[in-house]
């Protein structure tokens, strides 16, 4: 199914993170998700997201599901 992705999904966590004067380590806390997994999200390298963690993303950021996300086609 994946070889049919004609693009990707890009995470702009470091973006809202900004804009809302947040680190990383903070957000990690607030979340209750580890460093690790905070940098897999932050980096894109997820291969899924759990609609509950991002409902909590967008709470804690106080953003929309697509200041977070965006969608890239491949060249």
């Known amino acids: 199914m994946d070889e049919d992705v004609k ?3 890009i995470f702009n ?3 809202m993170l900004a804009k809302r004067k947040m680190s990383l380590t903070e957000l990690s806390e607030k ?3 580890t460093m690790a997994n905070m940098s897999i999200l ?3 390298k997820a291969k899924a997201i759990k ?4 409902a909590k993303l967008c709470d804690i950021l106080d953003c ?3 200041d977070i996300l965006e969608y ?3 060249e």
């Open 7 to 9: 693009g990707r999904i």
């Open 64 to 66: 929309q599901p697509a």
């Open 42 to 44: 932050k980096t894109g």
């Open 72 to 74: 890239q086609k491949d």
């Open 31 to 33: 979340m209750g998700i």
């Open 13 to 15: 966590i470091d973006v």
């Open 51 to 54: 609609v509950s963690t991002l």
